[in-house]
């Protein structure tokens, strides 16, 4: 049973009340304000590093031996080369989603009895980046990457492809992987590696 | 042939007075709105031009070019001429303010102001009081719900300031024996007005933030609310007139008059008037520190409601304005 306690508003004392106390006390706040110094980031000429887990457009991480043992198992019945997206087809991304439409996802099997991905689409335009697709991911292959300017001129640029995807994620890899995974900016690894971002 | 010459003389000294308090008005922007942005630690207009200095030039062209939507269901003519009625009586009022003391350059007399009218604060007001019907008529002729709201809320607190504006400068006129600005501040030589009449100026400060729609009173605007209130409906420069002329030329003017009223006008500070510092710089000082006053405010406080607002008006600010009447009679016959 939910116990609700009833407060009574505090009433203004007479001197509040006569002195305007409270303008007083927010008027000294805000000229406060006025000689600090803003906080602002200028956008266009200055961009601030997002944390590594940050929730970014996607990307597919390819087949370069750093592999999770899942991946190991699937990989004999699948035509993927070295260098390119690990993904098996398994639609588990998918079944994740909670907006299914926005993936197309085409494999067929070659001749030689082996699985091949051809076709992966995501339209980026309908993803709400709740990252469920990542984590539901069996061999580590869709992550989330650190790019957060995902506008373009026409709405066909909002969809991603595989060749898209895996260069997102070979690009991101290349410059974060080893970057230790933590969660948000008190970290003394963070700043050591760009600094520590001044807030106020 | 004297009288063409005066004719001659008061428009071109007209002119001269709307373009620049256009210009003026157009540099007020920015200043609220670095003085906005700073106050919610962000820097404010920062790009065109050196730190923004030429935003207002950009905003006046966007503002220009704009297409001019009128609604089908509107009243055409009310429509119209709301943006002006709100716009020309508030630039109205600076004919008979006066900016300092008639000097003289290459032997000509300048005088800086326009007229000395006998009744100039009583014209000040009446002015004031019409650009307010410009909102009225815009909640009314926009024939759409939230203009409406936003123009009966500003007739509620129309109706609950007016009366205690009124009694409050009783005041100083009391004290200066006549209703001429210049008049005014030449009684202000000794004591500025306002020592006495301190609850006069809390009163003044009320109505001048009503009258503007200035944030703790602005309730016929009110963008939580009222999406934007009487100006809903308008849009390009039918839409940059309001605030132009409601939050830059009617502050400016109010704020010039509240100086005039309690402040000394041109008068200098106490104990700086050895300074060689000309009546008019000390006016335009006085006139910026109560401005950014009002921008202070503005920026600070939250809204009132509007039976909030009346209550205020008539429950508190008119008995004030009335005690401030009686303190002032009896400063009257005490010193004389």
Same mark, same amino acid.
């Given at each position: 049973m939910v116990r609700v306690k009833y407060v009574e508003r505090p009433d203004l004392t007479n001197t509040e009340r006569i002195f305007f106390i409270d303008f007083i006390k927010g008027m000294k706040i805000t000229i406060k304000n006025f000689f600090k110094k803003t906080i602002t980031t200028a956008y266009p000429f200055e961009k601030l590093t997002p944390p590594k887990r940050f929730r970014g457009a996607h990307g597919h991480r390819v087949k370069? #031996?750093?592999?999770?043992p899942s991946f190991k198992v699937l990989e004999k019945f699948m035509e993927i080369n070295e260098g390119?997206?690990? /993904?098996? !087809? /398994?639609y588990m991304c998918q079944q994740a989603c909670?907006?299914?439409?926005?993936f197309k996802i085409e494999a067929v099997q070659l001749p030689n009895g082996k699985k091949k991905v051809l076709r992966f689409d995501m339209?980026?335009?309908? /993803?709400?980046? /709740?990252g469920l697709c990542t984590e539901a991911c069996p061999v580590d292959c869709i992550i989330h990457t650190d790019?957060?300017?995902?506008?373009?001129?026409?709405? !066909? #640029? #909002?969809v991603a492809h595989l060749e898209d995807l895996s260069k997102r994620a070979e690009d991101f890899d290349r410059r974060r992987f080893n970057e230790p995974d933590r969660i948000?900016?008190?970290d003394e690894e963070r700043s050591k590696l760009w600094g520590q971002i001044k807030w106020s | 042939m004297e009288i063409l010459g005066t004719v001659i003389g008061i428009t071109i000294k007209s002119l001269i007075f709307i373009v620049g308090m256009f210009l003026a008005a157009a540099y007020l922007t920015l200043v609220e709105r670095k003085f906005a942005g700073h106050v919610q630690q962000r820097p404010g207009p920062?790009?065109?031009?050196?730190?923004?200095?030429l935003q207002p030039i950009a905003d006046a062209l966007k503002v220009l070019t704009k297409e001019d939507l009128v609604p089908d269901n509107a009243d055409k003519f009310l429509f119209y001429l709301a943006s002006l009625l709100a716009f020309v009586p508030s630039i109205m009022?600076?004919? =008979? =303010?006066?900016?300092g003391e008639p000097f003289e350059i290459f032997g000509f007399t300048i005088y800086p102001y326009i007229s000395d009218v006998n009744v100039g604060l009583l014209l000040a007001l009446a002015f004031g009081s019409i650009s307010l019907y410009g909102v009225i008529f815009a909640g009314w002729a926009s024939n759409s719900k939230y203009p409406m709201i936003g123009g009966l809320r500003k007739a509620a607190v129309l109706i609950g300031y007016e009366v205690a504006l009124g009694f409050a400068i009783a005041g100083p006129i009391m004290q200066a024996g006549t209703f001429s600005l210049k008049g005014i501040v030449e009684a202000q030589?000794?004591?500025?007005?306002?020592?006495?009449n301190i609850l006069a100026f809390v009163v003044i400060i009320f109505a001048v933030l009503a009258e503007t729609g200035r $944030?703790?009173?602005?309730v016929q605007e009110a963008e939580a609310e009222l999406?934007?209130?009487?100006? $809903?409906e308008y849009s390009a420069m039918k839409f940059g007139l309001f605030p132009l002329a409601e939050w830059y030329i009617a502050t400016f003017v109010l704020s010039a008059i509240t100086v005039i009223l309690f402040?000394?006008?041109?008068?200098?500070?106490p104990l700086l008037g050895?300074?060689?510092?000309?009546g008019m710089v000390w006016f335009f000082l006085k006139l910026f520190a109560v401005f950014m006053f009002f921008l202070w405010v503005h920026w600070t406080l939250p809204r009132y409601r509007v039976d909030q607002i009346t209550e205020l008006a008539w429950k508190v600010m008119l008995p004030l304005a009335l005690a401030n009447i009686f303190i002032v009679a009896i400063w009257i016959m005490i010193f004389g």
């Open positions: 370069n #031996g750093k592999e999770p390119e997206s690990r /993904c098996v !087809a /398994c909670p907006v299914p439409e926005l339209n980026l335009m309908n /993803c709400m980046y /709740c790019i957060y300017e995902t506008a373009t001129y026409h709405r !066909a #640029g #909002g948000w900016i008190d | 920062l790009h065109v031009g050196y730190h923004g200095l009022i600076l004919a =008979v =303010v006066p900016f030589q000794g004591l500025w007005f306002i020592i006495p $944030t703790p009173f602005d999406v934007g209130g009487y100006v $809903t402040f000394g006008g041109w008068n200098p500070l050895w300074l060689p510092i000309p």
